[in-house]
């Protein structure tokens, strides 16, 4: 299975700043990677798919980049809603598999 | 607009087995498109169980494989899980999603999820 390494794997933020979370793939997997946003007690929500694609209805400030076996999901100014874990995901090649989570919480 | 919801039993003992079903509306289950089952234990993170084509074809996670038969049902829109030989390990939060797999690979939208707890 791919292993994917999330980091960090907490963030204490404060609304307005510009965070950055990193998912790093044990082997490439291309641009076959999506971030998730769960909130407690929710299911996850789809942000980013294909490492860049924005999906329809996600806000702007939510940006994804990165091929291969590194990538990144950046927030460029926290809104009181984006505390949350999030979650990326490999679907270069089966099991799909996730990240550990990255849980972001106010400062 | 697709959506999905999980139902079945909250409780399952010990060595039975787990049945949940997914209903989709909104859409259907016949489209271009897979069907996902993915679990959550309390406070960890995300497993994918396996996934299912309106044909039929599945494929399944490996680590759970020998336990795990996902069908599907046209006729009520619905997809099934059925995990066996269930032990504490398999309490968990089980959702079904939409599994893309054309224009970028992803999985949207989630049902809302379903707690399994495996107790006698």
């Known amino acids: 299975d791919i292993q994917l390494t999330q980091s960090p794997s907490f963030l204490s933020a404060s609304v307005g700043d510009r965070v950055t979370i990193t998912c790093r793939a044990s082997?490439?997997?291309?641009?076959?990677l999506a971030w998730y946003q769960q909130k407690p007690g929710k299911a996850p929500k789809l942000l980013i798919y294909a490492a860049s694609t924005l999906q329809s209805g996600v806000p702007s400030r939510f940006s994804g980049s990165g091929s291969g076996t590194e990538f990144t999901l950046t927030i460029s100014s926290l809104q009181p809603e984006d505390f949350a874990t999030y979650y990326c995901?490999?679907?270069?090649?089966?099991?799909?598999?996730f990240g550990q989570g990255t849980r972001l919480e106010i400062k | 607009q697709v959506q999905l919801q999980e139902s079945g039993p909250g409780l399952v003992k010990p060595s039975g087995t787990l049945s949940l079903t997914c209903a989709v509306s909104?859409?259907?289950?016949?489209?271009?498109?897979?069907w996902s089952w993915v679990r959550q234990p309390p406070g960890k993170g995300l497993e994918w169980i396996g996934e299912?084509?309106?044909?039929?074809?599945?494929n399944y996670n490996p680590s759970l494989k020998s336990r795990v038969t996902i069908s599907v049902d046209k006729s009520k829109n619905q997809f099934s899980l059925k995990l066996s030989s269930v032990t504490a390990a398999d309490t968990a939060v089980y959702y079904c999603?939409?599994?893309?797999?054309?224009?970028?690979?992803?999985?949207?939208?989630w049902g809302q999820g379903t707690l399994v707890t495996v107790s006698s």
């Open positions: 999603a939409r599994d893309f797999h054309s224009s970028g690979r992803r999985f949207d939208p």
């Open positions: 909104g859409g259907s289950i016949s489209s271009s498109n897979w």
């Open positions: 995901q490999q679907l270069n090649s089966y099991p799909p598999t």
């Open positions: 299912i084509y309106h044909s039929g074809s599945t």
């Open positions: 082997q490439g997997i291309s641009s076959y």
